[in-house]
Every structure is written in C-alpha cells, then in structure tokens.
C-alpha cells in the first residue's frame, strides 16, 4: 500500500510536465533553467553558473550552489536542451520525498500515520506544484526529508553509513540554501539529544545534561565544522564570484533586505502567511489534523522532533520574514514535518468516526488542493504560454544563437530563457535613445516584449502601451502578434524615441 500515495503523488504532478517555464515564479524557475542550459552548452564547471540577462557579459553570477541545475545540464548533454527534464527530476526528488515522509511519519508515529502522513504530502498543493517545476525546492526537500531518517536510522540502529549519509543530505541541504541549517539542524539536534528506545526506561538523565555531553563529543563537532566548513567555502567563492561579475542575486549586504521590523509587527503581513500556509500548503482540511497532532505528540520525544522542526521554519520566516511574504516557496519545509503530524492527528480521529466521514472529507482535501492548484497555477501557465511562447519561438527561429535582445520585462528573465537568448533586462519605463544607443553599441539586435505585461505577473499601465505601441510604428520592420500583443523590434530600425 505505500505505493498508492507515491503513485497519487506522480500523477498530479505529472500534469503539465511538458509546459515550457512560465507560471508562478517563473523568474526563479527560468535563472535555474538558464544555468543548466549553459552548464551543458558551454561545459562550464559548477562553481561557475552563468545567468542570461548579463548583456554583453559572461553572465557568472553569485548564487546558491547550483546542484539542481548541474544535474539537469548532464541530462541535457544526453538527450537535449529539453526543459521538462528539469521538471522531471524535480518530480522524481518529490516522489522520494513522499517515500521518506511515510518512513519519518512511521518512526515518528507508527505505519498508519505515517501512511497518512506520505498522502497527505503526496496532495498538499504547494507539495504538487513545487514537486514539478524547475528549481531546486523539490531536491532540498529530498536532502532535508534524506537527512531526518538517515540520522534518526543511525541513531537507533548505529550503521555508519546512515551517519556519512545524514551528513551528506545536511551539507547538500545548506549548500543549496543557507536556512535548512535552522529549520533542519533544530530537529536534527532533537533527533541526537533522544535516548535510544532500549536505554529509555532505565534512562532518567535529563536534556541538559544530554546537551552537555553533546557538546564534549569529537564526532559532534566533527559533523557540524566539516558542513560548515564546505558551505562557508562555496558562499565565499560565491561572493568573490558576484563581486568579480557584478551579477548577484543578492544574498549578503543591505542590498539584501530579507527582513525589518515593521514586517514582523504587521499583523496583516501574518494574517496573509497563515491564510497562505492553511489554504496551499494544507489545503484547510489538513488544519485541525495539524493541531491535534502536535496535542498528541508533544510530550513524546519524536513528537518533539516534528514540533521543533515547525518551530525552526518559523524561526527562519521570522529572520527572513520579506523573502517568505514574497516567495511561497519558503513555507514548503513545514510539509516534512506537518504531514506526520497530521497524518497521527488523522489517525486518531479515523478510530472513532464513520467510515463514510473519514472518506468524504479525504475527497473533499483532495478537491480543494485541484481547486488551488488549477485556478492559481495550471491555469496561469496555459495562459503564459499563449502569450509568450509565439514571441519566444520566432526569436529563436529568426535571430542567429549567440545574437542578444533587450527584454521589456522589468526584472523579470522568463522571456530571455523562453527565447533562449542572453541580453538586457529593462522597464519600460528605462527606455531612451542613450539607452538605445548604447545596446546597439554593445551588440543588441533587437527590442521584445508586451503590450500588456511589465512582467509576466503584472499588467502594464496604459501610458507605457500607448508608448511601447508608438515605438514599434515607427519601424517597419517591427513583429507583433495580434492576440498575444507581443512584439519584436529591430534595434536598428527604430526611428522614434518610446
């Protein structure tokens, strides 16, 4: 039986596997998508990613360390630049993630809940969505779920492997983002401090005195300076990479703005999260499961696991509370330790209710979580793509590879990885004949973009259309797509300033 929610799992997030990078965040899925295109086109090592809106640069670029997009640039280099093998490998990292979600919920809370647990996962929509796209979410679940049952293996059982395998998935963890260290290394720690089952009953030292022997052991501090030590040398050679290129994502310095305080202390900003958290994350059903599992479980000490990784998400949302407002992504985490939860909450409240109303409100989560997934984000990528991919396919049929536009996008590089270009990332608002000059000098060809999008999410005021509309006029030369209302613009044959 635990397949079925493995395969319930493939299935939904099989559904749009083939659809090129638009959607929700699809910025952050198109910079992943663009370094694995060139890690497999220029055969450039992983210490030095390259982005595509670099103009006339190389395009290497201060990021996290790029594993997920490595990965895919090898299966590029044997069948193709082909972006749903991205999409795939994150389905297949999500797919083993629900696998070790039923072993933690099992370990944790017995095979029932932990059955429960891997199903809920399995449907949970930010679970779906983000366990197809192209980034490295689906991955770091797979290292962080990877992490908890090799350690908590190890600790019970004692191989040696399972030791070298928890460090591994931790490392690769921090490597991919610097926060699994907290929402990851809370539990771990957790996991570490518990006394083994056949000492438990004969056991009475108390979780000071445990700490305190932690802190003496060799191995301890063994584990945590080696992966310390590897994730401080790859951000180091990141920085010195994003000074040397001028190209960051901006992880370090004021530029970074992750947090303040007026964030912290606006309710509606925490009204938004939770509103975000019960309706995409556990589909409002899973809610009351969530509590009674944390009620059921919080004296035992895998209970307190689960419970101290929740606390350690919220933890890091707190010291990145700007970065979780903006990207959802954030909050994906609490679905390692939530799904047991709930699926021993769920467990306890089957034993006493009907069968007809444990099945009812299980189709009724599973009908919510279609509902979330196909009005906010399948729905969104089909229409993405009527809008964009006309545009996209002509320029890459149209201009030679290696020529580069200027993208009308804002900040927003969808359109340059659809096109499969390199260049400039403007607003429109930015366009001048200086500016205009200046492309053609460094070797821009053409002007793309929309009428009616600024960036792919956000609708263009009706001054800059009227613009936009008056510049491609004044060239004869110019495309545009009557039903999409995209546009390309010879550089050369523009003769009005926007």
């Not at 083994?196 to 004969?202: G, S």
């Not at 990479?241 to 305080?261: M, V």
Request: proline share 5%; with cysteine.
């Amino acid at each position: 039986m635990i397949w079925l929610p493995i395969t319930v799992g493939v299935l939904l997030r099989l559904i749009q596997l083939w659809m090129p990078i638009v959607g929700v965040h699809s910025w952050r899925q198109a910079d992943t998508a663009a370094m694995a295109r060139h890690f497999a086109l220029s055969d450039t090592p992983i210490w030095l990613p390259q982005i595509d809106w670099a103009g006339a640069a190389e395009g290497y670029v201060e990021s996290e360390f790029p594993l997920f997009p490595f990965l895919v640039s090898r299966l590029y280099q044997l069948f193709g630049v082909q972006e749903w093998l991205g999409r795939g490998l994150s389905l297949l990292c999500s797919a083993l993630t629900i696998w070790l979600v039923i072993r933690l919920g099992r370990r944790w809370f017995g095979a029932r809940a932990g059955w429960w647990g891997g199903l809920f996962f399995a449907i949970a929509p930010l679970g779906v969505y983000y366990g197809r796209t192209f980034q490295a979410e689906a991955l770091l679940l797979l290292c962080g779920a990877g992490c908890l049952e090799a350690h908590s293996h190890w600790r019970r059982q004692g191989p040696v492997w399972a030791l070298l395998l928890s460090w591994l998935c931790f490392t690769c963890a921090g490597l991919i983002k610097v926060i699994p260290l907290l929402w990851l290394g809370l539990p771990l720690l957790m996991v570490q401090l518990n006394v083994k089952p056949q000492l438990e009953a004969a056991t009475q030292t108390n979780i000071l005195r445990r700490t305190k022997g932690l802190l003496r052991s060799p191995g301890f501090w063994l584990y945590v300076g080696a992966s310390l030590a590897a994730i401080a040398t790859w951000y180091a050679h990141a920085y010195q990479l994003g000074l040397t290129s001028g190209f960051s994502f901006g992880f370090w310095g004021g530029g970074s703005d992750r947090s303040s305080l007026s964030l912290l202390l606006d309710p509606g900003n925490w009204f938004n999260l939770s509103l975000r958290v019960a309706l995409r994350l556990l589909a409002i059903a899973g809610v009351p499961f969530l509590f009674s599992g944390i009620w059921l479980s919080w004296r035992s000490p895998d209970g307190r696991t689960a419970i101290s990784g929740l606390l350690g998400v919220l933890l890091c949302t707190l010291a990145t509370m700007r970065s979780s407002s903006v990207h959802e992504y954030y909050q994906l985490p609490l679905l390692l330790f939530a799904c047991p939860l709930m699926g021993l909450g769920w467990h306890r409240w089957q034993q006493r209710c009907r069968r007809w109303q444990s099945s009812a409100l299980i189709s009724l989560w599973l009908a919510i979580s279609l509902a979330v997934l196909s009005f906010d984000y399948w729905a969104l990528e089909q229409r993405q793509v009527q809008d964009w991919m006309p545009l996209a396919m002509r320029i890459r049929q149209e201009l030679p590879e290696g020529s580069r536009i200027v993208s009308v996008t804002s900040t927003d590089p969808t359109l340059l990885n659809l096109a499969r270009r390199q260049g400039w990332l403007i607003s429109s608002k930015q366009l001048n004949p200086e500016r205009l000059q200046s492309w053609r000098e460094q070797g821009a060809s053409h002007l793309a973009g929309s009428f009616r999008w600024e960036k792919m999410y956000r609708p263009m005021s009706e001054g800059r259309q009227r613009a936009l509309r008056n510049l491609a006029a004044g060239s004869q030369e110019a495309w545009v797509d009557d039903v999409s209302q995209t546009y390309l613009i010879p550089l050369d044959a523009i003769s009005a300033s926007p």
